[in-house]
């Protein structure tokens, strides 16, 4: 009789082991899963950065000095990715323009949409299209200033552990003056310990 | 009983892994991979990838890997090796207690398997490579700096005089090449300096940033296998301590090796002499002996010796012999002990089971088995634009043995491009 408890309990353990689980997670709680660059990680950043311009006023000054326009900026293609992971840092230019834009601080010139966009202008100003309906030439928005940055690391290995220190700049500059509008860093160290044991 | 002893054994004949070494199982790849025949290569593999064990399916994926980027599909080169170096990294540093039980009876190639550090270094230099030849500059500047932390991990540690034998300078001239394209200079000469210890003649006179110029990076020969021996040794106790004596072939007189395990129970069966399978390392002969770089039809040189990958294996191996080798004869002996203590049936049980897997253990033959034994260089300035680069092969007797094909590199001005060109066995 033990013996079928025993084997029962085992038979329930492996079927509950072999379920498959699913959760959402919440990411304003959510944390870094190990010392290397995370989706926390991306939030951190980018958060402080939107708060660093919001604080920094250079669009109020920009406003006042125009006549209450917003300025026009361009995303550079990349935050310069200098560390040893391959990591998506457009990504996170793309979440601060979204956050400017819906705060109403700036506005941006697309910088990917530029090809199709001259493709479009191109086929339009043919023959095949209505001139009266037809986007005109001409109406391109340049930008004042670009938006760029880096992104490089300082990784450290002992054993099983890992220690990890990230350092994030990123700049605002004035295109024609190439003056830094605004400057700020967000820098972090994390270390991590893998388990010794794996199954 | 007899029966039964023979069906348990056939039980455990059918569930032993690696019966076949990795060896025997990559020999067609290699053939295919060292003629060229990259697609029957990857025919080969992609058989090896699905039919492999867990312990296996990383090395196989490496090797693919690096079958792929000869063959010129970079992405997947780049899907293989990454799929490979995470596990590599998951594991690295943690034990299994699975693997513990598993390696203790069965054989080392039980357990998944471990790089050792330069094939490490090599997986993040070849990413590089695919990256670069992809066109995906940012990719290849991430590997770079994987590279030279992977270097600073592994061969950091050791001191001035290990560094020869243990370095990858293949590895480290590839990042300086980057960092001289990127106009770091200083980080070019660091790396630069560092192979100058060793093989001063394949360092360009200085590192710059403003000459267009092509760097012919040559594999030569393949990389020395592991094959399956059995040897002879058995366990002592001298003065309260117990040594493992083996008889290697190819060294002369007995190799003795301490054991600080505590994992040796009494004194039963010392002095015993029993025979056990050990992994032997093999060098491959060469079809060449040097190669010359063809640039744009006229021959430009003679390549130098950049990397003697096949002694930096060779040296790690030689430095762990000791491990491996009380490690392999612990297995058997405690495989003989076991046997010897049970009685009656069940110690003919042990017996038939004993002599299963005598016959089906091979020692642990798992190596990277596509890289080169050697990397030669020659580097030359160019005009920019695009030329076509291939080499030829010459004997120790400067007879021309072959000749690869040719491929176009594009160098921008002022920039350094890397042809990098697998090489003949």
């Not at chain 1, 043919?126 to 391109?140: E, H, I, N, Q, S």
């Not at chain 2, 399956?228 to 106790?237: A, L, M, N, P, V």
């Not at chain 2, 076991?338 to 897997?357: E, M, P, R, S, T």
Request: overall charge negative; aromatic content about 8%.
């Amino acid at each position: 009789m033990t013996r079928l408890s025993v084997a029962l309990l085992c038979v329930l353990f492996l079927a509950g082991c072999a379920q498959e689980y699913t959760k959402e997670i919440d990411l304003s709680t959510d944390t870094a899963e190990d010392a290397d660059y995370t989706s926390s990680d991306l939030l951190l950043i980018s958060d402080e950065m939107i708060t660093s311009i919001m604080t920094n006023g250079f669009h109020h000054q920009y406003a006042a000095a125009h006549n209450g326009q917003r300025p026009v900026m361009i995303l550079a293609r990349a935050l310069e990715n200098n560390t040893d992971e391959h990591i998506d840092t457009r990504m996170i230019l793309d979440k601060i323009r979204t956050a400017l834009i819906k705060d109403g601080v700036a506005q941006f010139v697309d910088d990917k949409a530029f090809d199709q966009a001259l493709d479009q202008l191109n086929m339009q100003a043919t023959d095949l299209y209505d001139d009266t309906k037809a986007a005109k030439l001409g109406r391109f928005v340049g930008a004042h200033y670009i938006m760029r940055g880096s992104i490089g690391n300082i990784r450290k290995m002992d054993g099983r552990e890992t220690r990890n220190y990230f350092l994030i700049t990123m700049t605002i500059v004035d295109i024609e003056t190439l003056l830094i509008t605004w400057i700020d860093e967000v820098e972090y160290k994390r270390a991590s310990t893998k388990g010794s044991v794996r199954w | 009983m007899i029966r039964k002893a023979v069906i348990t054994a056939l039980a455990v004949l059918a569930v032993v892994p690696g019966c076949t070494t990795y060896t025997a199982r990559m020999n067609d790849t290699g053939v295919y991979y060292y003629d060229g025949e990259y697609d029957r290569a990857m025919d080969e593999l992609d058989e090896l990838v699905l039919s492999s064990s867990n312990e296996d399916c990383c090395l196989f994926m490496l090797e693919r890997g690096k079958v792929r980027l000869a063959a010129g599909m970079y992405d997947s080169a780049i899907v293989d090796m990454q799929g490979a170096e995470r596990r590599f990294d998951e594991i690295e540093g943690t034990a299994s207690v699975g693997e513990m039980l598993s390696t203790s009876i069965v054989s080392e190639g039980s357990k998944e398997y471990h790089p050792e550090p330069h094939e490490k270094i090599l997986l993040n230099t070849y990413l590089l490579l695919s990256y670069w030849e992809s066109g995906d500059r940012g990719g290849a500047y991430v590997e770079r700096n994987r590279v030279v932390r992977r270097l600073r991990e592994y061969v950091g540690n050791f001191t001035a005089k290990d560094d020869p034998p243990l370095d990858v300078p293949f590895a480290r001239y590839v990042t300086a090449v980057l960092y001289e394209n990127e106009g770091m200079l200083d980080d070019a000469r660091i790396e630069y300096d560092r192979i100058a210890k060793i093989y001063p003649d394949a360092v360009p006179w200085t590192p710059n940033s403003h000459l267009t110029e092509i760097a012919v990076l040559a594999e030569m020969g393949r990389a020395p296998v592991k094959v399956s021996r059995e040897i002879r040794g058995y366990f002592e106790k001298v003065n309260g301590r117990t040594f493992g004596c083996f008889n290697l072939p190819g060294s002369a007189g007995q190799q003795v090796y301490p054991v600080t395990s505590s994992f040796l129970p009494g004194d039963a069966g010392l002095g015993t002499v029993f025979t056990f399978a050990f992994p032997e390392y093999v060098r491959l002969p060469r079809v060449a002996a040097y190669c010359r770089p063809v640039i744009d039809g006229v021959e430009a040189g003679t390549a130098v010796t950049l990397d003697d990958l096949e002694e930096t294996a060779m040296e790690e191996f030689r430095r762990d012999i000791g491990t491996i080798l009380l490690k392999s004869a612990m297995r058997t002996y405690l495989q003989l002990l076991a046997q010897n203590k049970l009685d009656g049936d069940a110690g003919k049980i042990a017996a038939v089971v004993a002599k299963v897997f005598s016959a089906v253990e091979r020692a642990d033959t798992r190596s990277w088995q596509t890289l080169p034994a050697e990397i030669a260089v020659f580097r030359m300035e160019v005009e920019p634009g695009s030329h076509e680069v291939s080499l030829r092969y010459y004997d120790a007797s400067d007879r021309l043995v072959g000749e690869s094909a040719g491929r176009q590199v594009w160098v921008g001005k002022g920039k350094k491009q890397i042809a990098w060109m697998p090489g003949p066995p």
